[in-house]
């Protein structure tokens, strides 16, 4: 099987169209989200999310994200205290994940949340809302990649990794937050952060005048199993927080710090030569896709701030970075 490939931005129609069909008959489609590219299937659907966990070879333990075309779809499915309410208004559509309680006989099979009583929900911006919409049913939908791998932010991404396994996989060209949705439990009226991503801690406390709890100890953000073993990783070992470049390294930098050796690099990847954040989570993901089809044996990383987008953005080198299971 090869995947058929449509652009979104030349067939808009076709692709609504061939997407709800594959839907339809219960497969997923790669499609392109704000944050990375999603491989969807319908979440009322086992054999349709069965089909994800296969695809990607994802352990079912590890509950998948649920999108919704808005807040009042969510609503069929998942219950608001008031502050995830007025998180959702503030932030969707947009790369913030609740996690809720999921109503009785909501629909969404236990399959797609691990058979927790809660669910995590997003309503994403742009064609993947437009599709929910028509479809009219939640969408199932980790990121696109082979489990453990680094995640697909262009569709040329999607099809060297799954192209094989997949039937339709649609472009939009690259993904404009580029890393993964931010994941938010509010307990007890207090928000606490499950995972960094496309939407900053900072941003969220501005939004709410509220503190966002961060996990206590590396420990502590294992919600779900899989959050923190080895996880977006490049075949090449990574090397955080350099200030030179080893022998036979391939090098991602930040801004304008001077690394020593950098001319001795096997490739150089700037993910921001101003320094910008949110330019350097776009391009975090295909950088590292980038360095490691150098075939350097490993990769060596500039530090990047910890603040705004830095969060996430560390976040993700610290598990690509993880020793492998
Ligand atoms: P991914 O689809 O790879 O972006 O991962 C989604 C992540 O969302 C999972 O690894 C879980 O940690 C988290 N998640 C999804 N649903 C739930 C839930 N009901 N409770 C806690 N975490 C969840
Ligand atoms: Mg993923």
Redesign the pocket.
């Known amino acids: 099987m090869t995947a058929t490939i449509i652009d979104i931005r030349r067939e808009p129609e076709a692709a609504l169209k061939q997407a709800e069909a594959v839907l339809s008959d219960g497969f997923p489609v790669a499609l392109p989200t704000e944050t990375v590219y999603g491989l969807a299937a319908d979440a009322t659907n086992p054999a349709a999310i069965a089909r994800i966990y296969e695809t990607k070879g994802r352990p079912r333990f ?4 649920c999108h919704m075309a808005d807040l009042a779809m969510a609503e069929r499915y998942a219950s608001f205290d008031a502050l995830s309410r007025r998180l959702a208004e503030t932030f969707w559509p947009g790369p913030l ?1 609740l ?1 809720l309680p999921l109503k009785p006989d909501s629909g969404i099979h236990p399959l797609a ?2 058979g ?1 009583d ?3 929900v997003r309503v994403p911006a742009g064609f993947a809302s437009e599709l929910i919409r028509q479809f009219d049913r939640p969408l199932a ?3 696109a990649n082979t489990s453990g791998k680094v995640s697909p932010t262009s569709a040329r991404h999607v099809v060297e990794d799954l192209g094989e396994k997949l039937t339709l996989i649609l472009d939009n060209g690259a993904a404009p937050v580029g890393v ?2 931010t ?1 938010l ?1 509010v307990e007890d009226g207090q928000i606490r952060l ?2 960094p991503g496309g939407i900053s801690a900072e941003a969220i406390e501005a939004a709410t005048g509220q503190p966002v709890i961060r996990p206590q100890g590396p420990t502590a953000i294992i ?2 199993p ?2 923190l073993a080895s996880h977006y990783a490049p075949g090449a070992a990574v090397r955080l927080n350099a200030t030179e470049v080893e022998a036979g390294e391939a090098l991602i930098t930040f801004g304008a710090a001077p690394i020593k050796g950098a001319e001795h690099a096997v490739a150089v990847f700037d993910l921001s030569p101003t320094g910008d954040l949110a330019e350097a989570a776009a391009n975090l993901f295909d950088y590292l896709k980038r360095a490691d089809a150098t075939g350097a044996a490993r990769i060596a990383v500039a530090s990047v701030p910890q603040t705004d987008l830095g969060e996430a953005i560390n976040d993700r080198l610290t598990r690509a970075a993880a020793p492998r299971e």
């Open positions: 590890n509950p998948l994200i994940t996690i949340t691990a927790l809660t669910v995590g939908a980790p990121s993964e949705s994941i439990r499950l995972r919600e779900a899989g959050m």
